[in-house]
């Protein structure tokens, strides 16, 4: 009886042995792939290890694709998004919207609330205001920014779970999700290469950046962080995402203040003081959005948001003047 139940074992042992070393054979060595495409205003780059280029392409190509997707949902340069059709509709009925759009505007609302405001994709009002002056147009007027505060608020955006709808309820209102889409279409983006079998990736655009698995035997995708100190400059991430905001070459200088291109909820003009966050998030939409946030919030206040938010960490920098 002993010895059947050792010869057994054996036997299933050398079995797994051979099982595990056949599938090691089997298993193609895999090979670094990189891609380019311009879209949602900047360039996009993939990188993945895959076992062929047809693989790779295949992936990837797929996974623009559904970048451009949620582009044309979410784009506030397009008058034909799923946005701004939704906002075409401001002031009248509830609107029914797709998961994506539905998705996206009910994480960005738990961070108005989570910020008391600080972070508003209905901000677009003013939005308006700054770009007109980044185009060369006059500063925003205190007029202006009163008129445009009636139609700015997140709380005049009443979202319906149920029915998956959003009512706009203030004429006029324009969503802005400038601070959020970006992370959110690489964590689609993401998905796609998944499902494509591909498990080690990397997805950048601007500022925003999504990771699955690290380089084959590595401990994760090798990046730096301009806003930490230097000894804490390099960052390995797999399976995350990291964000910068703030502090870019976007802002307006209107009587001798840099005003940046995110903007105040609370004034309705752009932050003057000269912040700069990177947030390291589970996913692209949550650091993509706090990282937004926190450049509204400030140091202090930015970085007790953070201690509530799981597996989240940041880096701000107030730059002196
Ligand atoms: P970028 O990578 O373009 O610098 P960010 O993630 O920092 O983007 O977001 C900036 C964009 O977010 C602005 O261009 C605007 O579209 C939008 N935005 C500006 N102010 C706010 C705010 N207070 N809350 C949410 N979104 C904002
Ligand atoms: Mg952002």
């Not at 311009?38 to 295949?58: D, K, L, N, P």
């Not at 623009?64 to 949902?73: K, P, S, T, Y």
């Not at 009248?92 to 998961?99: A, L, N, Q, W, Y």
């Not at 999504?210 to 401990?219: D, E, N, Q, Y």
Request: hydrophobic share 45%; proline share 3%.
């Amino acid at each position: 009886m002993t010895f059947r139940f050792i010869l057994l074992r054996t036997l299933l042992l050398v079995w797994t042995w051979f099982a595990c070393a056949a599938l090691r054979l089997n298993a193609a060595p895999l090979h670094r792939y990189q891609y380019n495409q311009m879209a949602m205003g900047v360039q996009v780059r993939i990188t993945v290890y895959a076992s062929s280029q047809s693989v790779a392409e295949r992936a990837c190509a797929a996974a623009f694709e559904r970048i451009a997707e949620i582009e044309q949902v979410m784009s506030d340069y397009r008058a034909d998004s799923e946005l701004m059709r939704l906002c075409a509709k401001a002031g009248g009925e509830p609107v029914r919207v797709s998961k994506e759009l539905f998705t996206v505007l009910k994480r960005a609302q738990e961070l108005s609330r989570r910020t008391a405001g600080a972070f508003d994709v209905t901000v677009g009002p003013y939005v308006q205001l700054w770009r007109r002056a980044r185009r060369g147009g006059a500063f925003p007027t205190e007029e202006e920014l009163r008129e445009a505060r009636q139609r700015v608020g997140y709380e005049k955006m009443v979202l319906d779970e149920a029915n998956r709808t959003v009512r706009l309820l203030v004429p006029g209102m324009r969503l802005d999700l400038g601070g959020i889409a970006k992370g959110y279409a690489l964590d689609c983006a993401l998905k796609v290469l998944q499902e494509h079998g591909i498990r080690h990736a990397l997805l950048e655009a601007g500022g925003d950046i999504v990771a699955g698995l690290a380089p084959p035997a590595t401990a994760g995708w090798r990046i730096e962080v301009a806003n930490a100190a230097p000894e804490r400059r390099w960052v390995y991430l797999a399976l995350g995402a990291i964000s910068t905001s703030g502090d870019t070459e976007q802002y307006v200088e209107h009587e001798g203040k840099r005003y940046s291109h995110i903007v105040d909820p609370r004034t309705g003009l752009g932050v003057t003081t000269r912040v700069a966050a990177t947030v390291i998030a589970r996913d692209g939409i949550t650091s993509d959005s706090l990282a937004t946030a926190l450049c509204v919030l400030g140091k202090e206040a930015g970085k007790r948001l953070i201690r509530t938010v799981p597996g989240a960490r940041a880096y701000v920098r107030e730059v002196k003047e």
